[in-house]
Structure formats: C-alpha cells, structure tokens
C-alpha cells in the first residue's frame, strides 16, 4: 500500500483546494466517482493533489487518468511515473490509457487532443466516473481568448474553455482551475514536495500558444500593465454569460418560428427577416447544428441569410449533408440523403 503524501497547508495550495471544493457539486449519499486528468504536468498534479484531499470530503471517491499519446520518446515512463505520484497521493482506480494518435488535416497538436478526450471520456464510462477533471488554469483560459481573437472567430471563441462541458457519452469535463493562475499551481507543487513532469511542448516555439505564453503577453503585460491574463479571463466569463442569456432568447423563438418538414426543418422567413442580423444568423447555425449536427461557417451561414434578406429566387444552397432553400415563405433544411 503506497503511503499517501501529507502536504503544508500554504497559501498555494489552500487556493487550488479551494477551487477544487467549489467544483464538486454535492455528493449526497451516493458517493460518485471523480477521475482527474493527470498529464503529470505542474497544472494537474496540483489538481490531482487538491482533489485527492477535497474528494473524500465532498462525499466524492476520486481516481486519475493518463493519456500515453506516444508520441514523445519515453512518453510510456512518464505516463507511467504519473499513475505512480496518482497512487501515493491516494487517487484509486488509476489507469494509463495508451493512444494511438492518427494525424488528421487539423495537424499533431489537435488529433493528439482529439485521441485525448477520446480515452477520457471512454475511461470515465468504464469507470462509472460522472465527472472528468481538467487542470486548465486562468493562464490556458487567456491564452485560449487571444488565440481565438487573432483568428477573428468570434464570439463563441471569446468565451474561451467552458468551466463544465458535456464530452462524448454524456460525461461531465470539469475544468476547476480556470480561475487559478499557473503560478499558484507551480507553488502548490513545490509546497507539497511534487515533482512535476516538463512538457516540451510546452516552450517549443513552433506552436502558437507557446508564442503567446512566452512573446505575446509579456509584451501586454509590459505595455497595458499587469492583470492581463485575469481581464482577458475574465472577458470569456462575461461572454459566456451574455451567450448564455442571449441562447435563452433564441431557443424560446425557435419554438415560436420553426416547423418540421420532410426530412428536415423549415424556418419561417419573415420571422427572421424581422430580427436583427446577428439573431437571425445564430438561429440558422443553431437550427443546423442541433438539427443536422453540422457546424456551418460564417461564410455559410451568411449565404442563407440571404434567401432572407436578399430574395431573387435562387435555387437550393448545398451545405454538408444537407440543403438550404426557400420554398413558399419558409427556408427549409432537407438532408441530402433523405
Ligand atoms: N496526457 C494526458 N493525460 C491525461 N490528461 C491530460 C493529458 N494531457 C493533458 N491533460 C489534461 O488536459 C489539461 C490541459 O492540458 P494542456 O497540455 O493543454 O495544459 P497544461 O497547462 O500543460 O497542463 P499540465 O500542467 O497539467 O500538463 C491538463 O491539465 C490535464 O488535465
């Protein structure tokens, strides 16, 4: 039985308990199981140290997983020494999940993430786990905002990582630590004699991340002053928020102004063409998506906007597995194979 390690209760690690505490929801009597994503990088062994001692007290068993991608020379030792640190902190079941990473168009770094989340999820089912932890930090949560700014992607993209999302089979992906700066998860470590595992990646210059971690945000932070990081964190939150309101708004006129139609869904036209741009541009996308499960691009969408607002009788508009047309005052959707 490995011996379980007892860490100094110092400021840093007070903060991360503190999150970890504030993101399990209440057990009840059930004593359902967490799993920690473990890399064995700085952000989550803290998350892992924290959850093993918040767990037991939130009526929570907590375990750890760790994703061997293979693709870093002796990537199967450090995946291994990680399950080991899972153990002694008192983390119980604990697997190692090896992944054959196949890159796709979207290059290493997002089929890697794919494989990733794939094992996770795959992982928690299998353990019965209803939630997978993740040790994003406010740091990755800036990081992720500028990114999403430079590629001019918009609105969903400033809401950065969400603090709760759904994962493949219905498992919760938690990610407690996106108000925690790095540098308290790198004190947490020191403080409880961890020894994290250094990443590669993670200075290598060829990723962009990496650029705006290292290059970027200093010169922000030298330039503006400091607090960069938490305003643009916190600049996610607040979209996250006016998203979520505005989303309520858009589901209730869904109701309101959609109809099923033969292998697909109509929309009536002059309903949107009553609504502002930006309304009737997220009802398209969100009818597509949750209709069809197909997320259109700007582009896309902007061309069926217009057989609202720029009628002159055009045909059918081809989009992934389906088409877009208009037909006696609605738009319908109909799959292509249908
Ligand atoms: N190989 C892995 N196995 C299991 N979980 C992982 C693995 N890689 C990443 N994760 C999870 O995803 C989170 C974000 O990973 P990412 O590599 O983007 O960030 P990071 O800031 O380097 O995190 P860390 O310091 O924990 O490595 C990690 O904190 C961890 O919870």
């Known amino acids: ?70 693709l870093q020379a002796g990537s199967e030792t450090v995946a291994d020494d990680a399950a080991d640190v899972a153990r002694e902190l008192g983390l119980d079941p604990v697997s190692v999940r090896r992944v054959s990473v196949d890159v796709t168009g979207e290059g290493p770094e997002a089929s890697a993430r794919a494989a990733r989340y794939e094992a996770l999820t795959v992982a928690a089912r299998e353990a019965g786990a209803e939630i997978v ?39 919760n992906l938690v990610r407690p630590l996106l108000g925690i700066r790095r540098a308290t998860t790198h004190q947490a470590c020191v403080d409880a004699d961890l020894e994290p595992w250094t990443d590669p990646h993670n200075t290598d210059p060829s990723y962009s991340r990496v650029r705006v971690r290292e290059r970027v945000l200093p010169v922000l932070e030298a330039e503006l002053g400091p607090g960069i990081a938490e305003a643009l964190a916190r600049t996610a939150e607040q979209a996250r928020e006016d998203s979520a309101a505005f989303q309520e708004q858009i589901d209730e006129f869904i109701e309101e102004i959609c109809e099923p139609a033969e292998a697909g869904i109509a929309i009536s036209a002059a309903a949107l063409a009553a609504n502002p741009a930006a309304l009737r541009q997220r009802v398209i996308r969100f009818v597509v998506q949750s209709e069809f499960g197909v997320a259109l691009s700007r582009s896309q969408t902007l061309d069926v906007a217009r057989l609202v607002t720029d009628w002159r009788g055009q045909g059918p508009i081809d989009l992934p597995g389906l088409t877009a047309h208009r037909e006696s005052g609605s738009i319908n959707f109909t799959a292509t194979d249908a």
């Open 1 to 70: 039985m490995p011996e379980k390690r007892r860490p100094r209760l110092t400021p840093a690690v007070a903060d991360v308990r503190r999150a970890v505490r504030e993101a399990l929801p209440a057990a009840g009597d059930r004593s359902p199981l967490a799993l920690v994503a473990l890399s064995g990088g700085p952000d989550s062994l803290a998350l892992a140290a924290a959850t093993a001692f918040e767990a037991s007290r939130a009526g929570w068993r907590a375990g750890a997983v760790i994703v061997d991608h293979g």
């Open 133 to 171: 932890l993740l040790g994003h930090t406010l740091d990755d949560q800036a990081e992720t905002v500028l990114l999403g700014l430079a590629r001019g992607s918009g609105a969903t993209s400033l809401q950065g990582m969400a603090p709760v999302s759904i994962g493949a089979g219905g498992v």
